[in-house]
């Protein structure tokens, strides 16, 4: 049997995880969740804190505990926001949905992110186009166990990347950079030669310990550079 205090943390965590609770968004006040647990402020403060360490919520002091923010800042290596960049060069951005299923992972999915061979997850291949010309193709894997409600989403208004940072904060990051050459059916999806020298770049996040997102996503060498901006540590 779960004691309160873990029961209280799941329940919370559960509502994070699942998008219930966006980011921003107000917990309970102590006082409210120790009505509705029927317990001591001292559990609620021990769940809050945990929760604070994990990176799951954010602390303030008079104004209560709010659902965490992603933070680009929290990675050395920042990510591609190819809308933003867009916006900012004022330049068209689209993106397709080549491919979206249900599928069981393979054995080297499983050992990149941990999980069992076999699992269904939920995966999609995803073109970013600028101004007409491909700018990335992106390989996603989705651990719907995490993040539940993405089975049904359609990925309309907003790619899955940002779809998924928009609903679940994440605590834990990797970054792995490799240069490849493009095959043939990599070259025809970015419009490029074959044997085209290209960026790849996999990232995988996790949320308190839990896997949520791998992506995988191939840049024509000519057309991404990755910045990394970091200090140094005393």
């Given at each position: 049997?779960?004691?309160?205090?873990?029961?209280?943390?799941d329940?919370i965590?559960?509502?994070?995880?699942?998008?219930?609770?966006?980011?921003?968004?107000?917990?309970?006040?102590?006082?409210e969740l120790?009505?509705?647990?029927g317990?001591s402020?001292?559990?609620?403060?021990?769940?809050?804190?945990?929760?604070?360490?994990?990176?799951?919520?954010t602390?303030?002091?008079?104004?209560?505990?709010?659902?965490?923010?992603?933070?680009?800042?929290?990675?050395?290596?920042?990510?591609?926001?190819?809308?933003?960049?867009?916006?900012?060069?004022?330049?068209?951005?689209?993106?397709?949905?080549?491919?979206?299923a249900?599928?069981?992972?393979?054995?080297?999915?499983?050992?990149?992110?941990?999980?069992?061979?076999?699992?269904?997850?939920?995966?999609?291949?995803?073109?970013?186009?600028?101004?007409?010309?491909?700018?990335?193709?992106?390989?996603?894997?989705?651990?719907?166990?995490?993040?539940?409600?993405?089975?049904?989403?359609p990925f309309?208004?907003?790619?899955?990347g940002?779809?998924?940072l928009?609903?679940?904060?994440?605590?834990?990051?990797?970054?792995?950079?490799?240069?490849?050459?493009?095959?043939?059916?990599?070259?025809?999806?970015?419009?490029?030669?074959?044997?085209?020298?290209?960026?790849?770049?996999?990232?995988?996040?996790?949320?308190?310990?839990?896997?949520?997102?791998?992506?995988?996503?191939?840049?024509?060498?000519?057309?991404?550079?990755?910045?990394?901006?970091?200090?140094?540590?005393?």
């Amino acid at each position: 049997m779960k004691h309160l205090h873990q029961r209280i943390r799941d329940d919370i965590e559960a509502r994070i995880m699942s998008g219930e609770w966006a980011p921003g968004y107000r917990i309970p006040f102590e006082h409210e969740l120790m009505a509705e647990y029927g317990c001591s402020r001292m559990t609620v403060n021990k769940v809050l804190s945990t929760l604070a360490a994990n990176g799951l919520i954010t602390r303030r002091r008079r104004a209560g505990s709010v659902v965490a923010e992603p933070s680009s800042q929290q990675a050395v290596l920042q990510i591609q926001d190819f809308a933003l960049e867009a916006a900012r060069a004022g330049i068209e951005y689209r993106f397709k949905i080549l491919h979206r299923a249900v599928e069981p992972i393979d054995a080297a999915a499983a050992q990149r992110t941990g999980q069992p061979a076999g699992m269904k997850m939920l995966c999609v291949s995803t073109l970013h186009v600028m101004d007409d010309v491909p700018q990335a193709f992106e390989q996603r894997l989705i651990n719907l166990a995490t993040v539940p409600e993405a089975k049904d989403e359609p990925f309309d208004d907003d790619p899955p990347g940002t779809w998924l940072l928009r609903r679940v904060p994440w605590t834990d990051a990797e970054h792995i950079v490799r240069a490849v050459s493009a095959d043939g059916v990599m070259a025809k999806r970015l419009q490029i030669q074959t044997g085209t020298a290209c960026l790849v770049l996999e990232r995988r996040t996790w949320q308190a310990g839990a896997f949520v997102t791998e992506a995988r996503i191939t840049y024509p060498g000519d057309r991404h550079q990755l910045v990394g901006r970091f200090s140094p540590v005393a």
